[in-house]
């Protein structure tokens, strides 16, 4: 069974830093692409960004210059540093895998519980 649990959220005033981290569990072997996405009250999950196992990454244009996506590919784990923060980024922030080859099988999309931001004015 692969997991994926979020950590790094909280309440941080505007113009602040934080940095998420998204650690996958399991007997894993190889993970293709990982990324971050956001909820705010009443509307829909968007893409924040994400980065596949060879680097290459995508972010959203709300977040381009602010936020940067690494991965660490030995500990199966993403990450999200966050700066210059916006109270328009508050939402809940939930971490992403995608097609993961494990010991339990292959997965094609694995969601973490997510992690709240919360960015004050």
């Known amino acids: 069974q692969v997991q994926l649990v979020e950590s790094g959220g909280g309440l941080v005033q505007a113009g602040g830093s934080l940095r998420l981290s998204c650690a996958a569990s399991?007997?894993?072997?190889?993970?293709?692409?990982m990324g971050w996405y956001r909820q705010a009250p009443g509307k829909q999950r968007d893409l924040v960004a994400d980065i596949t196992s060879s680097g290459s990454t995508n972010y959203a244009d709300s977040v381009k210059g602010r936020f940067t996506i690494s991965r660490d590919n030995a500990k199966n784990t993403v990450y999200l540093q966050m700066n210059s923060l916006k109270p328009e980024d508050t939402a809940f922030y939930y971490c992403r895998a995608d097609r993961v080859v494990s010991g339990s099988g292959f997965y094609r999309d694995i969601w973490g519980q997510g992690t709240q931001v919360t960015v004050s004015s």
């Open positions: 399991g007997s894993i072997f190889s993970i293709n692409a």
